[in-house]
């Protein structure tokens, strides 16, 4: 389960970034991956909660964005979204498709809590 080692990279991402408003807890953290090297968001979500255990993250909400592959068909050039179950072109339904690079694992967005 790579998910753990991820999880725990994360976090130390997190409270790296976060070192501003250390006093803050985190409520809410944004990530966006690829679909090649795709988390699963069961584990990743389990992990992330226990690594974050005894942390500013503690009970922090983790949500996972998946970005699409981009990929463009060489017959008519149209550029789109690869599908992995229908992997031909939508326009001209040609399977002669160049797939572009997949997106990274990226923290997008830290929220804190209110000041009261």
Do not use: W
């Amino acid at each position: 389960m790579h998910e753990a080692a991820v999880a725990e990279n994360l976090l130390q991402s997190i409270i790296a970034a976060s070192t501003e408003h250390s006093d803050k807890k985190i409520v809410r953290v944004v990530i966006s991956c690829g679909q090649i090297n795709a988390i699963n968001d069961e584990a990743m979500q389990f992990a992330f909660a226990a690594v974050a255990e005894d942390t500013i993250c503690e009970g922090a909400i983790l949500e996972i964005k998946h970005i699409p592959l981009k990929s463009q068909c060489r017959k008519c050039k149209l550029e789109f979204d690869f599908d992995f179950y229908s992997p031909t072109c939508p326009d001209c339904d040609s399977g002669d498709i160049a797939i572009g690079a997949d997106a990274p694992l990226l923290l997008e967005e830290i929220e804190f809590e209110e000041d009261d």
